[in-house]
């Protein structure tokens, strides 16, 4: 089945401590994104890549760090500057070949700091 | 100003009855608009789109775009118990011409459909 997976489901994270939160598309999908998402809040964009080797700063990067060395995989890196990261991690993906694509999300990573 | 704002909520409507959920924008050069439905502790899942003025149905769901208004809506018919998520409001951003396929989310609706 094509989808986008994320793992781990769940996360929690030390004090000074850098996790790294995956995401894998088999959707053949150009572009992929992440979000963070806040109790009761909407989405809110931390990084995103439109094709492999390159990648923009969202509206909330700091103390957030991706990488997009293959096409199905975008991981992103909580570093130890991410002071409040708590919170539900969604990886999105989306085909560019075609105008007006949605993104299409994965099941989410729960961070939580120990 | 929010770049995408919806009705606030919660909303809470009878079994069988409209659901109307509302979502305004800012950015006038948007062009794709979307909803997605997620329910409590999930991740999101695109319900509809929508690129063209007035009206798109699809089963129990009808959205409608005015773009000269800059508003999108959802309506939900013969709303059921199962409809209860939380609704979000996406628009394809367009910056500069580039949008690269960024959406912007609305801060979503809670909608409760009551037995």
């Known amino acids: 089945d094509g989808g986008i997976t994320q793992s781990p489901k769940y996360l929690f994270r030390k004090e000074g401590q850098n996790v790294t939160l995956s995401c894998e598309q088999n959707?053949?999908?150009?572009?992929m994104y992440w979000y963070r998402q806040d109790p009761g809040q909407g989405l809110r964009l931390i990084y995103y890549s439109q094709i492999v080797n390159d990648f923009q700063k969202g509206d909330i990067a700091e103390g957030y760090s991706v990488s997009r060395e293959k096409k199905e995989s975008f991981p992103l890196t909580v570093t130890s500057a991410q002071k409040n990261p708590t919170a539900f991690y969604l990886c999105?993906?989306?085909?560019?070949?075609?105008?007006?694509?949605?993104?299409?999300f994965g099941d989410g990573t729960r961070l939580s700091i120990l | 100003q929010k770049e995408v704002e919806q009705n606030s909520g919660p909303l809470s409507v009878p079994e069988g009855a409209i659901a109307s959920l509302n979502c305004t924008y800012s950015d006038r050069g948007s062009q794709s608009f979307f909803w997605y439905r997620q329910y409590s502790g999930k991740s999101p899942e695109l319900i509809m789109s929508?690129?063209?003025?007035g009206d798109k149905e699809d089963g129990r769901f009808t959205a409608q775009l005015n773009k000269a208004s800059q508003y999108v809506s959802l309506l939900i018919r013969d709303s059921q118990p199962s409809d209860s998520a939380t609704y979000l409001c996406a628009v394809h951003a367009n910056a500069g011409g580039t949008s690269y396929g960024k959406l912007t989310f609305g801060q979503g609706t809670i909608l409760t459909v009551h037995p």
């Open positions: 959707l053949n999908h150009d572009a």
């Open positions: 999105a993906s989306r085909a560019r070949d075609r105008v007006n694509q949605p993104q299409h």
């Open positions: 929508i690129y063209s003025n």
